[in-house]
């Protein structure tokens, strides 16, 4: 380690957590990452291993021309992101997704970081805020934070943390899936990365096996959680049997949706309802149910699973479960460099920010951990423009939020994914003497938005601009 620079403290060795070391280690800064497994467990990681992914394998769309978590990915692919240089090593194939094998990725992470000179890794708990000599530091815990750092965290802000629930979708044996039932296509044949537009392995419901089955949701036996009573969900991360009950046609326009997809098996018929499922690893001998995260008891989701056509014999390497979210009310606490405003010099990243998945968290990691180390070596911390997927993310963690004119006070920040509506608009470029309507205009606004934020994301990292860049 360089020892004529003091180094920069992480705590949590989770995706952003990883990804901050990676950038301040980068920027030829020393850091100590403090990691607390396997000292200490939590309620969704099965290994000690940096960055693991407990929930879904799918860092979603890789498209940076028409998806903004798409566009998130390109940015931190110029940042030099080490998470994204790990998934794509690691890709496995899932349509228009980028999916990971969930162990190789961890995996790789694990071993760069190692191997870094500059990275210490510590297996230890830190039970409270930062001590007052480490003056440049980062939270990055996520929603696992353990209880002492949380209640230390409350005590520093003078604010509760907020909290929701967040589900895991369980995991099959390919080999149990009765492929005579079930067929390989990727919605409307869409070819991804590492994919060939069969990707997702469909198992196809009736009308009558899918109100059986969404009646089967409802009635099913669920986990009691007691003292978490009362917290919301997140949205984009809902429990399969929370939307069934949002009403029965809702889970056949959601993850359900039969669009796009064509029963091999029986080309004429058009299935009611169609269940997804992706693969999980590199073998190809795990698939995860997409959308299906769940807080059915681990009986009743063998049960009710078990209806669907093709996984009557499934078997499973991981059921379903459901962990508590935890994050600040960033607006309030944090400057627009994600430093908690009533101590400088501590900053905060990833999910305990306020922002949903794994590419967002590690995206504020990459933020945190370059704003730190500009700041140790005495630069100036420059923000990632408004119009970039960086800067969108940021402002929505740090100001983004809507208070209420009819509840003066109310607290009304929620956990964000990257999405179009945190942009800044832009212009639509028109074909000439074409006019566009409906979704042409809107495909042709995103596309405005997604090459303007790459090239205004190349300046802010001192990068040649794309013209530059190709003579």
Not at 84 to 98: C, E, F, I, K, R
Not at 230 to 254: A, K, Q, W
Not at 356 to 368: C, F, M, R, T
Request: aromatic share 6%.
């Amino acid at each position: 380690m360089n020892t004529s620079i003091a180094p920069i403290h992480v705590i949590g060795g989770g995706l952003a957590g990883s990804e901050a070391a990676w950038q301040i280690a980068t920027a030829g800064v020393p850091v100590i990452l403090h990691e607390m497994r396997p000292v200490r467990g939590t309620e969704a990681h099965k290994t000690e291993g940096l960055a693991e992914l407990v929930c879904s394998n799918s860092f979603r769309s890789d498209d940076a021309e028409n998806n903004a978590v798409g566009l998130l990915h390109a940015e931190m692919r110029l940042a030099g992101s080490v998470i994204m240089d790990s998934g794509d090593a690691n890709q496995v194939p899932a349509g228009g997704a980028l999916a990971v094998d969930r162990d190789g990725f961890s995996a790789a992470v694990t071993a760069k970081l190692e191997a870094n000179p500059l990275i210490t890794i510590v297996r230890e708990e830190v039970p409270g805020l930062p001590p007052a000599q480490w003056d440049q530091s980062i939270i990055a815990t996520g929603p696992l934070t353990a209880p002492s750092l949380a209640q230390a965290i409350a005590a520093e802000t003078g604010s509760d943390a907020l909290a929701f629930f967040d589900a895991i979708a369980p995991i099959i044996h390919f080999d149990t899936i009765d492929m005579d039932v079930a067929w390989f296509q990727s919605r409307y044949d869409k070819v991804g990365p590492g994919g060939t537009g069969k990707d997702y392995i469909n198992c196809p419901m009736d009308k009558a096996q899918y109100d059986a089955f969404v009646a089967a949701l409802i009635d099913g036996q669920k986990t009691e959680f007691k003292e978490w009573e009362g917290t919301p969900y997140f949205d984009g991360c809902l429990p399969i049997e929370v939307m069934s009950e949002r009403g029965p046609e809702t889970l056949r326009h959601g993850p359900m949706k039969p669009m796009g997809l064509t029963n091999a098996h029986n080309p004429t018929v058009k299935a009611y309802a169609v269940v997804q499922l992706r693969q999980d690893n590199a073998l190809g001998t795990l698939y995860n149910m997409v959308g299906f995260q769940t807080k059915l008891k681990h009986a009743e989701q063998v049960r009710i699973f078990r209806t669907i056509p093709g996984l009557e014999n499934a078997e499973f390497a991981r059921l379903g479960g459901l962990h508590r979210n935890t994050y600040i009310n960033s607006p309030t606490l944090l400057d627009g460099s994600l430093q908690l405003k009533s101590r400088p010099g501590l900053r905060f990243a990833g999910q305990i920010t306020g922002c949903e998945g794994y590419v967002e968290s590690a995206a504020i990691g990459l933020l945190a951990g370059r704003f730190a180390a500009a700041e140790r070596l005495d630069q100036s911390v420059c923000l990632p423009p408004a119009t970039t997927a960086f800067g969108a993310l940021l402002g929505h963690i740090t100001g983004g939020h809507i208070v209420s004119d009819d509840e003066p006070g109310k607290r009304s920040f929620q956990p964000m994914n990257i999405n179009f509506g945190l942009f800044p608009p832009a212009e639509a470029v028109k074909p000439e003497g074409k006019r566009l309507r409906g979704k042409e205009k809107t495909i042709a606004k995103r596309r405005a938005i997604t090459a303007r934020a790459l090239e205004d994301c190349r300046t802010w990292l001192n990068l040649p601009r794309l013209t530059e860049a190709a003579e």
